[in-house]
């Protein structure tokens, strides 16, 4: 029973997770995308997502700290980017450094399932910030299955810093973190952030969007 459950809620994680990635493909070039798979070895780093057909890399080389850790099996069977994970047991921010485009407007997402990974049936609470400023607060206690934020950015430099920060007991993780260019006339702002409120779908559960 626990693992017929364990699939159908990766079901409900693989709709979700994917439904922004077919929209943004229909308006950005995918070479310019910026896709990390948290905690993935060098040793199976690149790799094709099937599902998006969208080339993943390890974060190893984007932040300085971290572990690597993985689901559990019952999970496993979700997006891929959400079968490992990296997770800050030391220190209290630890940061991602990632090369973009000044004066850029990109879509940032940020991608979390604890799966238990590490037994203790503890979801963390931490929060997550972009630059100097805070994005917003990650409840994994709360979440059912998975956690998905959007954000979208427009450059200031040639650099971005997305930031997980400790706040209690619990240790942060992140699962897949990515960022995609979005063209000028896309959600105007001229500078700052504009976050995700609510997304409403018109879809079959895994077939194509429609707008």
């Not at 689901?71 to 973009?100: H, I, M, S």
Request: proline content about 5%; hydrophobic content about 35%.
């Amino acid at each position: 029973m626990e693992i017929l459950q364990g699939r159908l809620l990766a079901l409900f994680i693989v709709a979700f997770a994917t439904t922004t990635t077919y929209l943004i493909q229909a308006q950005s070039d995918p070479k310019e995308f910026i896709s990390l798979d948290c905690g993935l070895h060098h040793a199976v780093s690149p790799y094709t997502e099937p599902l998006t057909g969208l080339t993943y890399t390890s974060d190893a080389n984007f932040t300085q700290g971290g572990q690597s850790g993985r689901v559990q099996k019952v999970w496993e069977e979700a997006y891929k980017p959400f079968t490992v994970l990296r997770y800050f047991p030391d220190g209290v921010r630890n940061c991602y450094n990632l090369k973009v485009t000044l004066g850029t407007k990109y879509l940032v997402k940020a991608l979390f399932l604890y799966g238990n990974y590490d037994g203790l049936n503890d979801g963390p609470k931490f929060d997550i910030y972009l630059g100097p400023n805070i994005w917003t607060t990650i409840d994994l206690k709360t979440s059912i299955v998975s956690r998905t934020e959007e954000i979208i950015h427009m450059t200031t430099s040639s650099s971005l810093q997305i930031c997980l920060v400790k706040t209690g007991k619990t240790t942060p993780i992140i699962s897949a973190l990515e960022l995609r260019p979005l063209r000028d006339d896309t959600y105007n702002t001229t500078n700052g952030s504009l976050k995700l409120l609510k997304r409403y779908y018109a879809s079959d559960f895994l077939g194509p969007l429609i707008r």
